[in-house]
């Protein structure tokens, strides 16, 4: 195994870390107290590459992979975690699912402005009662009627979805067909009726990246915006979700670097009888575990990202990583949050509102315990988490360039 990172992703990293520290960090509690959502940093974002590092150059990507993007990530996440409210819907799950299974048509008219930062994106499957059985006991229905479907139903936890230009959303045509009755469709919330967005008030949270519930009222979509066939819909976004938890993975690790550096930097500058409370040894246990933890969920990330660069069955470590990073980010925040003492509870210092994030990202993308099913069922040989690999017929991100085909 070789454990050098390459020169190039590193020159990505040390531009990400510029672009953050010069671009948004100044301004993100601006935006906070205005509750305004920066569109502008976003389309600057997609400018400077940050969405488009897994996508081909000939719809305005990198071509640098996986690698490359869970660093982008990872950086972006430890200076400013709430910045990256929109890498999925930008750079992950939005548009990898109109790259996979969308018509060349659909893929040249949307994806290079997702990843340009030029169109806001969304991805909204959820729903209120499903839970981590969303396709199963999806309520909301689509009903074509001529060229056009017009659905109806309930979405929830649509992240962003009050500012959307174009997303993915996922309704049932088929009632009685469980998850194969599920497809996906290409949505534009501004451009035809019926799609009202609601922002979910969440304490300690964003509030210029706002989590919505979505209410549809025979909400047009034209059938040409449909996405692959009736019935594809599970299936178009179980495949998208495998890159999506290296996404959440690699936000939970500059999470928990984050967290870590604030702790540090608090532990040598806060004095106790004359002295840094980093001296003490209870300090000092709660910053080696946290250095631990931090190193070896590196590793899996790094290691799903590896998998994933080289066409290797992922899923499996995907899931690991993605629990083992917000294990680790959930206990990074408390520790420091705790090394802080009664500061930690004050909003003026990141600590306070980054326990929320580690809390929100540990069920983000599949909540843990889902992780833990799909390990577990791994391990026990019921159900092999990579059975699906090579076997969706759907275009993969890296390994076919559409503009070739």
Request: charged share 25%; net charge neutral; proline share 4%.
């Amino acid at each position: 195994m070789n454990f050098t990172m390459p020169p190039e992703i590193e020159a990505v990293r040390d531009m990400v870390a510029r672009f953050m520290a010069n671009e948004v960090v100044p301004v993100m509690e601006d935006f906070e107290k205005r509750g305004e959502f920066p569109r502008e940093l976003v389309a600057r974002a997609g400018a400077a590459g940050l969405y488009g590092a897994v996508f081909p150059e000939s719809v305005g990507g990198s071509d640098m992979g996986y690698m490359a993007a869970a660093v982008i990530i990872e950086e972006m996440s430890r200076q400013e975690v709430r910045f990256t409210s929109c890498n999925n819907q930008q750079g992950g799950t939005c548009p990898t699912c109109i790259y996979m299974a969308g018509t060349p048509e659909q893929v040249e008219k949307y994806v290079p402005n997702l990843l340009a930062g030029k169109t806001i994106g969304m991805m909204s499957l959820s729903e209120s009662g499903s839970g981590s059985d969303a396709a199963g006991a999806m309520k909301t229905f689509a009903r074509r009627d001529g060229d056009v479907y017009r659905i109806k139903g309930e979405k929830m936890w649509a992240s962003i979805a009050n500012e959307t230009d174009v997303g993915i959303l996922i309704a049932k045509t088929d009632r009685d067909a469980g998850a194969k009755g599920a497809t996906a469709f290409i949505v534009e919330p501004k451009k035809y009726p019926g799609f009202t967005a609601k922002p979910v008030d969440l304490l300690g949270m964003s509030k210029a990246f706002r989590t919505n519930i979505v209410f549809l009222d025979d909400f047009v979509v034209p059938v040409e915006n449909r996405l692959g066939a009736e019935g594809d819909g599970f299936k178009i976004v179980m495949r998208a979700l495998q890159p999506g938890r290296l996404n959440v993975a690699a936000k939970c690790l500059g999470l928990a670097q984050a967290c870590f550096e604030e702790a540090v930097r608090y532990a040598n500058e806060r004095t106790v009888r004359q002295q840094p409370i980093g001296r003490f040894q209870m300090i000092q246990d709660s910053i080696a575990e946290m250095a631990t933890a931090i190193e070896a969920s590196r590793g899996l990330v790094y290691r799903a990202a590896f998998s994933m660069d080289n066409d290797m069955p992922s899923n499996r470590i995907a899931s690991i990583a993605k629990y083992h990073a917000s294990q680790t980010a959930k206990m990074c925040a408390d520790k420091a949050q705790q090394i802080f003492g009664g500061y930690g509870l004050a909003r003026e210092y990141r600590v306070s509102w980054m326990r929320v994030y580690a809390d929100m990202l540990y069920n983000g993308e599949g909540s843990a315990n889902i992780q833990k099913i799909i390990i577990a069922e791994d391990a026990l040989g019921y159900k092999p988490a990579d059975r699906h690999h090579g076997k969706t017929n759907l275009r993969d991100v890296r390994q076919t360039d559409i503009a070739k085909q």
